[in-house]
């Protein structure tokens, strides 16, 4: 084969290759849905978590929701979140389907059976400020606080 025998060959694998390969190259944009059902008055929303029901733990300020196929249940310091709370900074869900909040006073687990979160005591005597929380797939939970990164 001549020189230029091999370049049209090569063109040609190139054209097939990539017309074979369009949608590995080209790049899928989601596109971006409201959910008019979740349309309360959330004040900024500090966080979105979805359990493993497909429940969506929605977090801002003062509250927290529980969303599911336009059912809202809602959890404030008047029903289901301790009357201390404070400003709510985070929600997390965690590997093992445990419902977490990160507030201003610390550390809240979500109690199924009880339908309401429980605080989770520290060995800090001075509040502590959860910011974010994460776990490690294994069951350990991992918080950054405004006094450092607890276990």
Excluded: C
Aim: charged share 25%; net charge neutral.
């Amino acid at each position: 084969m001549g020189n230029l025998s091999w370049r049209k060959y090569i063109i040609v694998l190139l054209l097939v290759w990539g017309y074979s390969t369009e949608k590995g190259f080209s790049q899928e944009i989601p596109e971006i849905e409201k959910l008019s059902e979740v349309d309360g008055d959330f004040q900024p929303i500090k966080g979105v978590g979805q359990d493993k029901e497909g429940n969506l733990w929605i977090a801002s300020d003062h509250h927290i929701e529980k969303y599911n196929a336009g059912r809202s249940l809602f959890f404030n310091r008047f029903k289901g979140l301790p009357k201390n709370t404070g400003t709510i900074n985070t929600v997390f869900v965690d590997s093992r389907d445990n419902i977490w909040v990160g507030a201003e006073t610390g550390l809240l687990k979500y109690d199924p059976s009880k339908k309401l979160f429980l605080s989770i005591p520290s060995e800090r005597s001075s509040k502590t400020n959860v910011q974010q929380i994460t776990d490690d797939g294994s069951g350990d939970i991992f918080m950054g606080a405004s006094s450092g990164i607890w276990k």
